[in-house]
């Protein structure tokens, strides 16, 4: 269990800082010869769950022996959870999210993505012979959840948000000390910032509804204004602005990762390139000029987006997630008790050779037919609290990679950087690349 109260926590978070952070669950496995283990992280007692069985258990079990638990940090920056419970509060998120995030609705705004991307490369990419690729797709994945969520697409505007979102990131995981200067206290203020701004932002929607102004389809926020629950309760404003917040940041921040290592990737692999180079240009020279992808173009998208998923095997954004046990119950043996932690890792199964033979190979044809054996691959979760976005991240990826390739070559400027986890993958110096533009 490690020392008191910090338990294995600096252990468990600096494997990350170093780059491995499955050495911290491997080791385990190894030494305790057992797919579940005890260790205690950020101040709780919690169990280990590793591989696919172990996923399995805790994704079916879902509000039965297990509900999803997060970090005091992050209660305390997300204040609202407070007053109902997170688990309340992310039921009517959850039922909420689907009417905007399933395929059908997210059709509509393939065309909105692609006129922001090509915005984002005439500002950011063109024209130069260098660029550092994680902050630009930093800037590309807010930039369209502004305009997706809540219709903002000046970039000045865009700008404004993205710099207290990078301090709300960090606290989210940092231990929770709440003095001057610390992470954890430089997020809760950058949370109480973008709050204020969120509020002004929904006032104005509402005035511009009432009057014809806005469109009740237009973005996820008129959605929510006008929405009620199954009891006819209407969300209020605060409530409103923290449920945005926290779409902001899951919408923005791990498919901003994605991003980065598929580009590493394919500088990396040029025959791997080479392919998503010749689907991609396929798409484009079918195109009017000036038309924008549609979604018949996603759906040709088939050999891309197994690259884009076999980066997220090896490169995941997520490196897991926290379940709490709400009853007493055994598991392979093992007896759970009731209020203990349960932490499952993307680790335990994505870089298993029984689960990907040659693991540590770079292999796209790994997800053509069937693809990997259920429970192992598991970027987004699983169960009901799979990631409510996941189609919505692939098609801001496969955008990405499309408009990309289409313009680019490049190459790495630091061919042996170094990858941190803290608490998603990144380049150490955020991917430096030199770019060869496409003769025309």
Known sequence: MGLPFIGETLEFLSTGQKGYPEKFIYDRIVKYSSQVFKTSLLGESAAVFCGAASNKFLFSNENKLVISWWPDAVNKIFPSSLQTSSKEEAKKMRAMLPGFLKPEALQRYIGIMDGIAQRHFESGWNNKQEVIVFPLAKRFTFWLACRLFMSIEDPDHVAKFAEPFNLIACGIISIPIDLPGTPFNRGIKASNFIRKELRAIIKQRRIDLAENRASPTQDILSHMLLTSDGNGQYMNELDIADKILG?????HDTASAAITFVVKYLAELPEVYNEVYKEQMEIAKSKAPGELLNWEDIQKMRYSWNVACEVMRLAPPLQGAFREAITDFVF?????????KLYWSTHSTHRNPECFPEPEKFDPSRFEGKGPAPYTYVPFGGGPRMCPGKEYARLEILVF????????????????????VDPMPIPAKGLPVRLYPHKA
């Open 401 to 420: 990679m499309h408009n990309v390739v289409k313009r680019f070559k490049w190459e790495k400027l630091l061919k042996n950087e170094k990858i941190i």
């Open 332 to 340: 392979s043996g093992f007896s759970i008790p009731k209020g203990w």
């Open 247 to 251: 779409l902001l940041i899951g919408g």
